[in-house]
């Protein structure tokens, strides 16, 4: 049996719309995934994620868990699910892109990342095994191979160094990821008796924006041969035109019958121009990050709730968002709340945020579903560049 079951409902272009299954919960694609950096999603109770906002599956940072509370104290609670009483999936990531922006307290060798900690400063190592050890004692439903993230801007030679090794150590993680599902890492309920309640593993394919390399990678990965296919190494500071030109090439000779991640991507209008592409699931920090400095995000742009024209102003963030934030609280009171320092303000944006970024992957699996996916992708652009020079 299977880790996770994954098939496409519907295609338009490379548009696809489909469904993926794992022990847990059942999750429609494309899909966008809150990050909960310390296994929690920032200033967001986990009863508004699964009621309200309906989230199938969250992401947790193996990094920062790996540094507090430590892989003993997650096991010794029963996995992250437990720990956290989070009862849907979870994505892990393998702590490498984490690592590799540490660059000035990390040393790297074919072994793996020797680092100081961002904490306290002390020494540690995390290696392809390490991180397979982790992310089992986290109990994710999806794991992820453990990866050198070169900068957006490295050069050719530096890249495919990077990419080489990046292909060694997803086999590394997939040889330590088998012995430890054979050892029993497939604890926990079942919602799926079909599947075989094991982790699934998800490669990830880099190369930055060399386009030769990017092929070189993914021949490399598929050769190991995941359940699923992650595109690393994109929104790390090269231009957006670089990333759509990766995503093009890339997306379509990824296989087929296996989902498309998009690591750390992006804005609601990366998103569309990503699933335009053939891309499937997608996480970022950004409706949180946004929430807690006053940035909401709405189906005319950004809305900065530190501007003075909204002392007065008595709608909501969002008059076409349906969210419990927009029901009930006006700008004029949210301002309010930031201004005065009110940690509720940033709960309530962020609330906002990740419901405008879950209902706009909703509307794009529905448009592309009935057909429809080119013309809202051209309607939701177009709204956004015809207010880009507004002042909200």
């Not at 296994?39 to 199938?56: F, H, P, S």
């Not at 947790?60 to 104290?73: D, K, S, V």
């Not at 880099?206 to 190991?224: F, I, K, Y």
């Not at 080119?374 to 956004?384: I, N, S, T």
């Amino acid at each position: 049996m299977k880790p996770i079951d994954w098939k496409v409902i519907a295609r338009e272009g490379e548009a696809r719309a489909g469904q993926l299954r794992t022990r847990r919960s059942v999750i429609e694609t494309p899909v966008f995934m809150p990050v909960g950096t310390q296994g929690t999603v920032k200033g967001v109770r986990y009863e508004w994620l699964e009621t309200e906002l309906d989230a199938r599956i969250i992401l947790g940072n193996t990094y920062h868990l790996f540094l507090r509370p430590g892989a003993e104290i997650i096991r010794e609670m029963g996995g992250l699910h437990r720990f956290s009483t989070w009862s849907r999936s979870l994505l892990t990531d393998s702590g490498g892109f984490q690592v590799f922006s540490l660059t000035d307290l990390r040393k790297l060798t074919e072994d793996g990342v020797e680092f100081r900690s961002h904490i306290d400063g002390s020494k540690k190592f995390l290696s392809p095994e390490i991180s397979m050890e982790m992310q089992a004692a986290l109990g994710s439903e999806i794991v992820m191979v453990f990866d050198e993230c070169p900068p957006g801007d490295a050069g050719f030679e530096q890249t495919r160094k990077s990419l080489q090794m990046t292909a060694r150590w997803a086999q590394r993680s997939k040889d330590r990821f088998n012995q430890l599902q054979d050892e029993g890492a497939d604890t926990g309920f079942l919602e799926a008796p079909d599947l075989s309640g094991r982790q699934a593993l998800f490669g990830i394919v880099q190369g930055a924006g060399h386009l030769p390399l990017r092929r070189e990678s993914l021949d490399l990965t598929t050769a190991v041969g995941f359940d699923g296919y992650a595109i690393g190494g994109l929104s790390v500071g090269e231009e957006k035109p670089v990333m759509y030109e990766v995503l093009e090439f890339l997306a379509p000779q990824m296989p087929a019958d296996a989902p498309r991640y998009l690591m750390g991507v992006g804005t609601p209008e990366d998103l569309i121009e990503a699933v335009y592409r053939g891309v499937d699931m997608f996480d970022c920090v950004m409706p949180t990050r946004n929430g807690r400095t006053g940035s909401a995000f709405t189906a005319r742009g950004r809305l900065n709730i530190r501007n003075a024209k909204f002392a007065r102003d008595p709608e909501p963030l969002d008059a076409e968002c349906p969210c419990s934030v927009c029901r009930r609280y006006s700008k004029a009171y949210l301002r309010h709340l930031y201004q005065t320092g009110e940690m509720l303000a940033a709960i309530l944006i962020s609330h906002h945020n990740l419901a405008f970024f879950l209902d706009l992957m909703r509307k794009v699996r529905d448009s592309i579903k009935l057909g429809e996916f080119g013309l809202f992708r051209k309607e939701f652009l177009e709204k956004l560049q015809e207010n880009a020079q507004a002042d909200v």
